[in-house]
C-alpha cells in the first residue's frame, strides 16, 4: 500500500480532531454499561494514549476520565456482540473516524469480581477479535464501512459471570516514530450467561502485552507493506 508524502503530511495534520470512542454495546445507550469519557469528544483535551507502559492502556483515563456506569450488560456466550464506535459521543454513523487513521481493531475480555469496580489494570485479559490489514483494506476502513459497528463473538467455552470488555482501536499514521501510534479503547461491563467453563484462556496484562518497539506498534504505514501483524496475544479460541 503506497502512500504520498502529502497524504502522510494531511493524515498528521488531521490527528488532533480525528480521535474516536467505543461508546456503546449492543445498541444501547451512549455510555449506558460503557466507560466513555465525561465529556464530548470533539473537544481538543480528548487525546489518544500513546505510551503503552501507563496504566491508561487499559480502559483509558490519564488525560481522558471517564465516566462510572452501574450498569452491567447481559450477554450470551457464543453469541455475536456489536461495539459502535465514534468521533465523538455526539456523532452520527456517517462520522465514526478520520479515514487517514488507518490501523486495526480489536477486542478483550477479563474476568472480574464485580465489572463496575475492576480498573482493568493488570493481568486477566484475552483477545477474542482482531482486524488488521488484508493487504488491501485494514480494519479501520471496513469499520468506517460498518457505519463504527465493530461485530464480535462472545467465547461459547469461557466461565459464566461478570467481565470488562475491551473495545480497541490503533491508529498507524504516526507510527513510524516512537509513540506515535495512537491507542483508542474504553471498556464495556458485561455479564456473561450460558458459558460452558470448558476452556480457560491464556492472558495477559495491561499494561504488560504491548512494547513500544513492537513491530504493529512501531510501523510505517506509508512504507508499502502488504503484510502486518497486531500487537498482543493470539485471538483466543473455543
Same mark, same amino acid.
Given at each position: ?71 452491567? =450488560?447481559? $450477554?450470551?456466550? /457464543? %453469541?455475536?456482540? #456489536?461495539?459502535?464506535?465514534?468521533? +465523538? &459521543? ?99 461491563? =458485561?455479564? $456473561?450467561?450460558? /458459558? %460452558?467453563?470448558? #476452556?480457560?484462556?491464556?492472558?495477559? +496484562? &495491561? ?32
Amino acid at each position: 500500500m503506497k502512500f504520498s508524502t502529502s497524504l502522510a503530511i494531511a493524515a498528521a495534520a488531521s490527528s488532533a480532531s480525528a480521535h474516536t470512542i467505543f461508546v456503546s454495546l449492543n445498541g444501547g445507550a451512549i455510555g449506558d454499561g460503557v466507560r466513555v469519557p465525561s465529556y464530548d469528544g470533539l473537544k481538543p483535551s480528548l487525546q489518544p494514549i500513546t505510551e503503552v507502559t501507563s496504566n491508561d492502556i487499559a480502559c483509558n483515563g490519564g488525560p481522558n476520565p471517564t465516566t462510572a456506569t452501574s450498569k452491567v =450488560i447481559t $450477554v450470551q456466550a /457464543g %453469541s455475536t456482540a #456489536k461495539l459502535t464506535w465514534r468521533h +465523538s &459521543l455526539t456523532s452520527g454513523s456517517g462520522d465514526v473516524i478520520d479515514a487517514s487513521h488507518k490501523g486495526p481493531v480489536m477486542a478483550y475480555m477479563k474476568k472480574v469480581s464485580d465489572a463496575t469496580k475492576d480498573s482493568g489494570v493488570g493481568n486477566g485479559w484475552f483477545k477474542i477479535a482482531e482486524d488488521g490489514f488484508d493487504g488491501t483494506k485494514w480494519g479501520v476502513d471496513r469499520l468506517i464501512a460498518a457505519a463504527g459497528v465493530q461485530t464480535i463473538t462472545i467465547p461459547s467455552c469461557i466461565a459464566p459471570g461478570q467481565y470488562l470488555l475491551r473495545g480497541e482501536l490503533i491508529a498507524l499514521h504516526g507510527a513510524q516514530t516512537a509513540k506515535g501510534a495512537q491507542f483508542y479503547m474504553e471498556c464495556a461491563q =458485561i455479564n $456473561v450467561t450460558g /458459558g %460452558s467453563a470448558s #476452556k480457560t484462556p491464556a492472558t495477559v +496484562s &495491561l499494561p504488560g502485552a504491548y512494547s513500544a518497539n513492537d513491530k504493529g506498534i512501531l510501523f510505517n504505514l506509508y512504507g508499502g507493506a502488504k503484510t502486518y501483524t497486531p500487537p498482543g496475544p493470539s485471538v483466543f479460541a473455543c
